[in-house]
């Protein structure tokens, strides 16, 4: 699957030209996850990511091309013991699937696509209150005062998300990326709406839509979006 690879190789040319810290996966280190959202009170906040009118953004791209080689943690901007502010704030997640559609199984590529939407939402490492909206692609996150003092770095957070897209079956690698940089915050933000209705197309592709190009209100993503149609009407 190469619908979203045009958006995989912006992201990395932003992120290129920006500069990244690499965290190092080998022998990394799980924080802990509490299993449901914790309620974190303001007084009790060191500081939040992507609130208070900071930009924000979140997407999640999967491709089978081979371009994540391997599990990894970026971080783009001041890591979380680095911060004594409120931060502007990107999680990005790019992902290796196996060939879904080669799989000839699009029972097994809509549930893929959907433990991969459902990770998004269910990770919650202590001291780190997430709050993500489907409707504008935003993520907010409460950082307490407490898990600052415990040694809490987007290095741990981000191998805690890798653990849990790697327990999907067809994931084969995973690339998180953190960015408190507000410039590169703001240059990542326009492509979340492009990989949402990608997302979208894509859904409705896997339920099962009518190929009536002439009819369809998807009809400009799969104009602007390589390998779309070919997916949908079954080309190879
Ligand atoms: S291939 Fe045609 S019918 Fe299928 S989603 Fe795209 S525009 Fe719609």
């Given at each position: ?16 030209s920006a500069g990244t810290t690499s965290f190092p996966v080998q022998g990394g280190r799980i924080w802990k996850d509490t299993g449901e959202s914790e309620l974190i009170f303001a007084r009790d906040a060191a500081f939040e990511l992507g ?186």
């Open positions: 699957m190469k619908l979203y690879d045009s958006i995989i190789e912006k992201t990395q040319t932003i992120l290129h609130g208070s009118q900071n930009p924000s953004v979140n997407y999640t791209c999967v491709t089978t091309s081979g371009i994540i080689r391997q599990d990894e943690i970026l971080c783009c901007g001041p890591d979380l013991q680095q911060l004594n502010t409120d931060s502007p704030f990107a999680r990005i997640v790019l992902l290796e699937v196996e060939d879904l559609r080669e799989t000839q199984d699009s029972e097994k590529a809509y549930d893929t696509i959907r433990s991969i939407e459902y990770v998004k939402y269910h990770v919650f490492p202590a001291g780190y209150m997430v709050r993500v909206s489907a409707a504008t692609n935003q993520e907010q996150v409460r950082v307490s005062r407490s898990a600052v003092k415990a040694g809490i770095s987007f290095r741990y957070i981000g191998y805690t998300y890798i653990r849990k897209y790697r327990k999907i079956p067809a994931v084969k690698h995973v690339r998180v990326i953190f960015v408190t940089d507000r410039a590169v915050v703001q240059q990542l933000q326009p492509l979340a709406g492009k990989v949402d209705d990608i997302t979208k197309t894509l859904t409705h592709i896997l339920d099962g839509l009518p190929t009536d190009c002439g009819h369809c209100s998807m009809k400009s993503v799969c104009d602007e979006v390589e390998g779309m149609r070919e997916m949908h009407l079954g080309k190879h």
